[in-house]
């Protein structure tokens, strides 16, 4: 049980919502969370959410964080959450390509570098996970460790398989079917019990935090993928797990994978930390996709990993 409660359905004090644009004009959600004066900086940290995501649904995760001394920021990927959309039906989870978000990435992490004390810890999750992997590897950023949970290194290919989906997508989205929901179930943000629930988290009560957010700010909400979403996922994929790129990021990896997943394939996530030089693999066989909302038998020894693995990595300045 996580000793300092705090309110999940409620913006703690000290964090600050802005804007951040890059040079293209897209306008961006952006949070800030400063370390507590009162103590010594432990560092500072990005953190960055998923596909349809939004930071709000961590607000218990990083608060622990915070408490911890970290220096807390991050931003919603364009097109989703606060970041606008891509398209002018805005429950479609569009992109072209993956490359567009990891642009954006480099030139907030550069910033982010230049500004706060080290040592620097970008942590994200699922879909986040493969953008920052991927950015980190092709741009070589000087980051101190990455934490990265329930990577969606490959999207779950169920129940076509990994080959198969990349073609029906491909075959979609040529049609004209681009711009279009991949499908419609377990997306939407439902009620706690539902399959999609089963999905994400056995914690009924965590679940229910994104309700209650959505109420709060229904702009953030956004459905399903589209099959362009699809291709671009596949595409990005190819790329990270091209001959040699994984084998030259040399930084220390805590990949923290849920073995019952199914919304991303755990067996890339094992693949990717055979292949990195100093990664660390913490495989949990209970949770489920949303490790950092799990019931507290299974995301308590979690955050335990993170910590042990921060100290060790990325350890407190003298």
């Known amino acids: 049980m996580n000793e300092n409660l705090i309110d999940r359905r ?15 004009g897209w306008d961006h959600r952006r949070f800030d969370w400063p370390a507590d004066d009162a103590k010594p900086a432990r560092g500072s940290m990005i953190f960055q ?8 649904k961590y607000i218990e995760t990083l608060d622990e964080w915070h408490r911890a001394g970290w220096n807390l920021r991050g931003f919603d990927w364009r097109g989703q959450a606060g970041s606008g959309r891509f ?32 040592p620097h810890v970008v942590v994200a999750h ?6 920052v992997l991927r950015q980190l590897i092709e741009q070589r950023s000087a980051v101190d460790a990455v934490v990265l949970s329930a990577p969606m290194l490959e999207v779950s290919g169920r129940p076509l398989g990994q080959r198969l989906g990349r073609l029906l997508a491909r075959l979609c989205a040529r049609i004209g079917w681009g711009d279009q929901h991949a499908w419609q179930e377990n997306e939407r ?10 999905l994400l988290t056995h914690c009924q009560d965590r679940y229910a935090d994104e309700m209650d957010w959505i109420e709060q700010i229904p702009g953030i909400r956004i ?16 790329k990270l797990f091209a001959p040699g790129l994984l084998e030259r990021f040399d930084k220390p990896v805590l990949l923290i994978g849920a073995a019952q997943d199914r919304l991303v394939n755990p067996d890339a996530i094992r693949r990717a930390a055979a292949r990195l030089p100093d990664a660390q693999l913490h495989m949990d ?4 996709h949303e ?12 955050m335990k990993t993170i910590r042990r693995f921060l100290d060790e990595k990325a350890p407190a300045p003298r």
């Open 223 to 238: 459905g399903p993928p589209s099959w362009q979403w699809l291709v671009a996922a596949f595409a990005s994929s190819a």
């Open 10 to 24: 409620a913006y703690p004090e000290g964090l600050r919502l802005s804007r951040w644009r890059t040079a293209d």
């Open 189 to 198: 943000p439902s009620l706690p019990g539902s399959s999609r629930q089963r």
């Open 126 to 131: 699922s879909m986040g996970g493969h953008l």
């Open 87 to 118: 398209l002018t039906d805005p429950t479609v989870g569009h992109v072209e390509s993956f490359d567009i978000w990891i642009e954006d990435f480099t030139l907030f992490l550069d910033a982010w570098l230049a500004e706060t004390p080290g």
């Open 291 to 302: 490790v950092f909302r799990e019931i507290d038998e299974i995301r308590t020894p979690i």
């Open 49 to 56: 959410a998923g596909r349809g995501d939004y930071f709000e």
């Open 285 to 288: 066989r209970l949770s489920l």
